[in-house]
C-alpha cells in the first residue's frame, strides 16, 4: 500500500495491483461445451515444470495460473491470443476485488470471533481469554451443537471486496492503483472484475 494525493492536496491510502496482460486460452461456446466462457491464462511458468497436456493445449506459452470465467448476455466475445489489459478498466470506477486473504494459524476465540473473555475479578486466574461455556447438556442434546463459535484456523479465505474505486491507471508500468485495503499477502493473485 502507499498514498497518492490528489489536485487539491487531499491524500487517499491506495493498493498497488501489478496487472501484467493476460491472454485468451479457449473460447468455449454452448454448442461445444453446453456453455459459453472465456479461459484465461496468465503470469508465467518454467517450461519443465508444464505436463504434456497443457503445453499442447496452450499451443507454447507458459502460463502459470489458468481461470475460467463464464458469460451472460451483456460480456463481450473475444477469441483466442486476445490479450486483457488495464486498459479495460477506467479511473473511478468501481470494481470487486477477490483474492485469498493472509492466514493466521489457529486462532483462539478472542481474536477468531471477538470474545469478550471472562471477569478478571474475584478469584478467576487463568480465564482472561477462555470462551466460557458452550451450551452443553439441555440446549444441544448433550453434544457440541453445529456452527459453535470456538478457537481454530483463521483466515486463508477467500474474500471479495466489493464497490472499490480505481484510482488511477498507470499503463506504462501495467499498475492499478485501488482506493483502501485488497485482501491478501504481497503476491497474492487478485481478480479484478467491473461491475
Known amino acids: 500500500m502507499t498514498q497518492i494525493f490528489d489536485e487539491v492536496g487531499k491524500s487517499f491510502a491506495v493498493t498497488v495491483l501489478s496487472a501484467t496482460p493476460s491472454k485468451i486460452t479457449q473460447v468455449k461456446t454452448i454448442t461445444r461445451d453446453g456453455y459459453k466462457a472465456h479461459q484465461i491464462g ?10 504434456k497436456a497443457l503445453t499442447g493445449h496452450l499451443k507454447g506459452e507458459k502460463f502459470a495460473h489458468m481461470k475460467e470465467y463464464r458469460l451472460d448476455e451483456r460480456d463481450t466475445e473475444m477469441n483466442v491470443g486476445d490479450v486483457i489489459d488495464s486498459s479495460i478498466f477506467k479511473e473511478g470506477e468501481k470494481v470487486t476485488v477477490t483474492a485469498i486473504s493472509k492466514g493466521r ?4 476465540v478472542v481474536k477468531r470471533h471477538g470474545f469478550g473473555g471472562g471477569r478478571r475479578s474475584h478469584g478467576q486466574k487463568h480465564s482472561e481469554r477462555e470462551p466460557g461455556s458452550i451450551g452443553g447438556g439441555a440446549r444441544a442434546g448433550g453434544r457440541v451443537a453445529k456452527g459453535m463459535r470456538m478457537a481454530g484456523r483463521m483466515g486463508n479465505d477467500r474474500v471479495t471486496f466489493k464497490n472499490l474505486k480505481i484510482m488511477k491507471i498507470l499503463p506504462e508500468t501495467n499498475e492499478i ?9 504481497r503476491g497474492t493473485l487478485v481478480e479484478i472484475k467491473s461491475k
Open 42 to 51: 496468465f503470469g508465467e511458468k518454467k517450461e519443465k515444470n508444464i505436463n
Open 105 to 108: 494459524g489457529f486462532q483462539g
Open 177 to 185: 492503483l485501488i482506493m483502501g485495503a485488497v485482501p491478501g499477502r
